[in-house]
């Protein structure tokens, strides 16, 4: 199977509903090294807005921080992030984050994409 969107080719997508507030870990596999992505919702009241705030916690692992996203509301990105390589292919990621209106829970909806983009990729 093979899935394409506007020239990127999805790689690894799915939907994962965390228990409580924990962060979560997505892997992908690599032979001889592989990349990590920490998930996590978090609250900080001293702010009035929402973002999104990124960060390499090692060479092969990305945070990425949910900054008081909405509840009850599916909140993502709207351009590519871009991540990095996988397989000699430039690495993306679209994601949705959707907290309950409780903060007792919230769930990623996510896709990794590698390749260029644009049309003929």
Same mark, same amino acid.
């Given at each position: 199977?093979?899935?394409?969107?506007?020239?990127?080719?999805?790689?690894?997508?799915?939907?994962?509903?965390?228990?409580?507030?924990? &962060?979560?870990?997505?892997?992908?596999?690599?032979?001889?090294?592989?990349?990590?992505?920490?998930?996590?919702?978090?609250?900080?009241?001293?702010?009035?807005?929402?973002?999104?705030?990124?960060?390499?916690?090692?060479?092969?692992?990305? @945070?990425?921080?949910?900054?008081?996203?909405? @509840?009850?509301? &599916?909140?993502?990105? @709207?351009?590519?992030?871009?991540?990095?390589?996988?397989?000699?292919?430039?690495?993306?990621?679209?994601?949705?984050?959707?907290?309950?209106?409780?903060?007792?829970?919230?769930?990623?909806?996510?896709?990794?994409?590698? $390749?260029?983009?644009?049309? $003929?990729?």
């Amino acid at each position: 199977m093979k899935i394409t969107s506007g020239g990127f080719e999805a790689v690894y997508h799915g939907r994962v509903f965390a228990y409580d507030m924990n &962060p979560i870990e997505i892997v992908l596999s690599e032979e001889h090294d592989p990349l990590k992505f920490v998930f996590c919702a978090e609250y900080e009241p001293e702010r009035n807005d929402f973002t999104t705030d990124i960060s390499l916690v090692r060479y092969n692992e990305v @945070r990425i921080a949910c900054i008081n996203f909405p @509840r009850g509301k &599916p909140t993502g990105n @709207r351009d590519m992030i871009r991540l990095g390589v996988l397989n000699n292919r430039p690495l993306s990621l679209r994601y949705e984050v959707t907290i309950n209106y409780e903060a007792t829970n919230w769930s990623l909806t996510f896709t990794f994409f590698a $390749g260029e983009g644009g049309p $003929g990729a």
